[in-house]
Nanobody
């Protein structure tokens, strides 16, 4: 099992910044990819950004140029730096990781409990 613990959410004014962190722990051989999804009230969960173990990022069009994803493989931690925040970025942000527990073993998807990000206008 893998546990994902998020931190860094909160309330910020439009144009402001927040940094989310997600640390993975448990029985981990490798994690690839790792990243963030979000879900706003009344909407489906959507991809925000993912990053591979080789640090290759993938962003939703809506956040390109404003958000930056990074990871520390030694700490099994992923970060999301969010700049120029907009009210439409308001959502619960979920950490996501695909992990294997042994070499050549199967991969499993894991989710964090979510952290609220609220951007006021």
């Amino acid at each position: 099992q893998v546990q994902l613990v998020e931190s860094g959410g909160g309330l910020v004014q439009a144009g402001g910044s927040l940094r989310l962190s997600c640390a993975a722990s448990g029985s981990i051989f490798s994690i690839n990819p790792m990243g963030w999804y979000r879900q706003a009230p009344g909407k489906q969960r959507e991809l925000v950004a993912l990053i591979t173990s080789g640090s290759s990022p993938n962003y939703a069009d809506s956040v390109k140029g404003r958000f930056t994803i990074s990871r520390d493989n030694a700490k099994n931690t992923v970060y999301l730096q969010m700049n120029s925040l907009k009210p439409e970025d308001t959502a619960v942000y979920y950490c996501y990781a695909v992990a294997s527990h042994r070499e050549y073993g199967p991969e499993f998807a894991y989710w964090g409990q979510g952290t609220q990000v609220t951007v006021s206008s």
